[in-house]
């Protein structure tokens, strides 16, 4: 059995499309095990990759169209919608810091969906607590336990504990993936790759 390590961001247009291609994927591959492993990539960036900031300072005009051009056909590809949410970039702390509370629950995969499509597709500000509080009932998850756990130290060390795993694996954004613990791929568009060796 193949193991594919999944280290996401939901604050990622990218991620978004990474996550919904592999869940399309482990459907052609009953037999592969995922770990979603939720992380900062703010905390990335700032440690090792400021050149994204950089980037969104001076960007290249020439570059920032083929980028939206780009990724509408990922989305056309995929099938979902992917808008420009007026906060960004958004504060997803506490979502991400939930993610480990729908990993204890057995609902990673609806509840990093339905994070994903309240920012990115209806464009609310995921970093709101009404918004939150909707998702979380949206996928069946215990309100007031939810927003207790996300304020406790542990999740905020288990986030910051993957943030640091990534960095230290030679990981430098979101989505990263991991096929079998040392074979990193970095980006959406990898999938097809990972899929050629399983």
Known sequence: MSKLEFFFDCSSPWTYLGF???????GRHPDLKVLYKPFLVGGVFNAINPSVYANRD?????????SKKDLQDWCTYVGI??????????????????????????????????????????????????????IV?????????????????A??????QNTEELIERGGFGSPTLFLNTDDMYFGNDRMTLIEAKL
């Open 20 to 26: 919904e291609s592999l869940e399309q994927m482990r």
């Open 58 to 66: 001076n960007p290249v005009p020439a570059k920032q169209a083929y």
């Open 81 to 134: 919608r992917i808008g420009q949410p007026p906060v960004f970039p958004v504060n997803s702390v506490k979502a991400m810091r939930g993610a480990f509370v729908a990993l204890e629950n057995e609902c990673i995969v609806p509840y990093a969906r339905a994070v994903f499509k309240r920012y990115w597709t209806d464009l609310d500000d995921i970093s709101q607590e009404t918004v939150l509080r909707e």
């Open 137 to 153: 009932n949206e996928v069946g998850l215990d309100e007031t336990e939810f927003f207790e756990r996300i304020s406790q130290q």
């Open 155 to 160: 999740y905020k060390d288990m986030l910051r």
